[in-house]
């Protein structure tokens, strides 16, 4: 099974956020940037098809040179080989169709994205995958198993769960559950160093189009203080909330 | 050229988001001086629609869409939009909605703002305000394809009636096969989900064990509320992976959330800010959540607790 595992390159869930340019751009200055963790619970669970079914993984980003420690951090974990898609990401309809050119090209099985990158948000990168290249697609999915050419997999719905049978080739946007926090591997020495001598590709990007375009960014506005209620006085939280917020 | 709205209804009944995202429908029908279409599934009485703006309803029955499907249901609003001519396709947050969009999208060839909390700033370029880095930003986006799908964030819009009648009609499009078979469904249905929930209760590792959360559902029972948790709660097991809020897990945009012995890390916290009213209940004053919280009591859980539900009850009482 070939396996492909997208890798979006974000800020740690730490980062201050703050613009630049007028409120256009995302101000890099001092941040760290790490695998999406979407991303991460998916990769570790291409690890396990890795050694118990011997899964061939690649994994693939659609950015700029500075992408590259992401993606060399990916095959520290374990990932065989890695590409990158020379071009920025601008959209989730351009970093799909980019995608799924990499997943024709190289005759991919399953496709493993996440459900969403905690920058951009989008949650749309998977589907538009699966759609394009007309595979078959689970989001919110928790787990996966791969038997031959037939998958099970259970997605999350709002308030439980569902169990779905599908086959290859297939598109998941994953995310935890996937593999457990408790199996995210932080990768040792060894694997920095093989990580090193394992091939990382550069395409050259095919130019898709762009069909939404970031005009500016804002920041929420500030808050107002906080209301403090005394412990010994719960009525008067009661009478807050029901006079003041209309919340109860 | 209509504005075609999705309305998601389960087992016959409208969801409340579908009313959201038909008011907005109607505010971005009004900008662009046209009408609303809902495109429905098995919704059974659709004459509730028209108090939300909507002006014409595409009413689908077909048992081989009981169980929900992206690809055959995304195959629906397709041909839905296709028969409308519609520029402006919108859609809610639901989980559903979010695996469906990303399909229909493509397969009308629209680009998509995922999240979006405001009706259009401007119709050409088609500018809307959604969120970004979660809920720490905003993000002015312009759709810039002929045809535009836009996925309403929940609880940002909010329900506007308008006075006005829906005419339905029958509509039967081919649906695509899809090669995803749901096998079984396991969702409590006396429970009140994160998603749907106005009022959400959340417990914290100051709750110290799983054996604690009794009062935390009795809490949210009194309240009407969905249960959540932070996410080394459900990291240790205490509670299911489905009540993770934050960044990580659920995303949380109900009318209020009561934290009791969350810290309010800022994974936590950027998960849950879209909550209208945020209450913390913490022995810490120190603790981040009173930054980000409406009203604070800085106590010990298990007096605090026990005694709200005790009041809450009385007050319910009063006010039934
Ligand atoms: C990549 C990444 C992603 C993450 N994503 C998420 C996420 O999605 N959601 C999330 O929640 N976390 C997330 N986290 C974890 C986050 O950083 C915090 O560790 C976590 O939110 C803390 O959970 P907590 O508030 O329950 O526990 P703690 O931080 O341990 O806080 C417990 C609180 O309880 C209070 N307390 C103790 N006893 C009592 C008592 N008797 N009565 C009242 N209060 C009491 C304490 O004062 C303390 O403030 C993420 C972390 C990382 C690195």
Redesign the interface.
């Known amino acids: 099974m070939k396996i492909l595992v997208c890798i979006s390159h974000v800020p740690d869930t730490t980062s201050k956020i703050n613009f630049t340019d007028g409120d256009t751009k995302f101000d890099t200055n001092g941040v760290q940037f790490v695998i999406n963790p979407n991303d991460e619970f998916g990769l570790t669970r291409a690890m396990w098809f890795k050694e118990k079914q011997g899964a061939q993984v690649t994994v693939v980003n659609v950015g700029g040179p500075e992408t590259e420690p992401t993606l060399r951090k990916a095959l520290a974990i374990g990932a065989d080989e890695a590409i990158r898609v020379n071009t920025q990401a601008q959209d989730g309809y351009q970093v799909a169709k980019e995608i799924a050119n990499v997943v024709k090209e190289g005759g991919y099985d399953l496709v493993i994205a996440g459900r969403e990158s905690i920058d951009y948000n989008g949650g749309m990168v998977p589907g538009m995958i699966a759609a394009i290249t007309n595979s078959n697609f689970v989001t919110n999915c928790i787990s996966l198993e791969v038997d031959g050419t037939n998958a099970t997999a259970m997605r999350e719905i709002d308030g439980g769960k569902e169990t779905v049978t599908t086959s290859l080739p297939l598109v998941i946007g994953g995310q935890k559950g996937l593999v457990e926090e408790s199996d995210l591997r932080i990768p040792n020495m060894r694997g920095i160093m093989m990580a090193r001598k394992k091939p990382l590709s550069v395409v050259e990007a095919t130019n898709a189009a762009v069909e939404t375009n970031s005009v500016k960014f804002e920041k929420p506005a500030p808050k107002g203080a906080v209301t403090l209620v005394d412990p010994d006085n719960i009525d008067e939280l009661i009478n807050l909330l029901h006079n003041e917020a209309k919340a109860i | 050229m209509s504005v075609l709205v999705y309305t998601e209804s389960e087992q016959g009944k409208f969801k409340k988001t579908a009313f959201e995202v038909a008011s907005y429908a109607k505010a971005v029908a009004d900008q662009m001086g046209t009408t609303v279409t809902a495109i429905t599934v098995n919704a059974g009485d659709t004459s509730e629609l028209g108090k939300y703006g909507v002006d014409k309803v595409l009413s689908v029955t077909n048992s081989d869409l009981d169980k ?1 499907n ?2 055959a249901y995304a195959s629906v609003i397709v041909e839905a939009a296709k028969q409308e001519s519609a520029k402006v396709v919108v859609l809610s947050s ?3 909605s ?6 229909v ?3 009308l060839e ?6 979006v909390v405001e009706a259009p700033s401007s119709t050409s370029p088609f ?1 809307v ?1 959604r ?15 002929d045809t535009k799908i836009i996925g309403v964030s929940k609880n940002a819009f909010g329900l506007k009636e308008s006075s006005g009648n829906a005419s339905s009609e029958d509509f039967s499009p081919a649906i695509s096969t ?11 249905t006396d ?1 009140v ?4 929930a106005e ?1 959400v209760v959340s417990g914290g590792r100051g709750l110290k064990g799983p054996e604690n959360w009794g009062m935390i559902e009795e809490l949210a029972e009194v ?1 009407g509320a969905a249960t959540a948790c932070s ?1 080394p709660v459900s ?1 240790l097991g205490w509670r299911p ?2 009540e ?1 809020v934050g ?3 659920k995303p949380v945009a109900s ?2 959330y009561i934290a009791i012995g969350i810290s309010g890390a ?2 936590h916290l ?1 998960g849950i ?1 879209s909550s ?2 945020k ?2 209940i913490n022995t810490d004053p120190e603790a981040p959540f ?11 859980a298990f ?2 607790v026990p ?2 539900i005790e ?2 009850k009385a ?1 319910k009482a009063q ?1 039934a």
Do not use: C, W
């Not at chain 2, 629209?110 to 999240?115: D, E, I, L």
């Not at chain 2, 970004?132 to 394809?145: E, G, R, S, V, Y």
């Not at chain 2, 989900?193 to 749907?196: E, F, G, K, L």
């Open positions: 929900f992206a690809k639901s989980a559903d979010k695996y469906l969009a990303p399909i999208s493509i397969g629209a680009g998509y703002a995922s999240n500018t305000k969120t970004a880095f979660t809920n720490k930003a905003f993000n002015m986006t312009t759709i810039d394809t899809s090669g995803v078979t749901v096998q079984s469904v396991d969702r409590a429970k989900t994160i998603a749907d009022i309240l996410k990291d992976h489905s993770h960044q990580t897990g009318n209020l800022i994974q950027a800010n209208k009213v209450v913390v009173f930054k980000a919280a409406d009203y604070g009591i800085v106590g010990d007096e605090v005694t709200l009041k809450l007050f006010n």
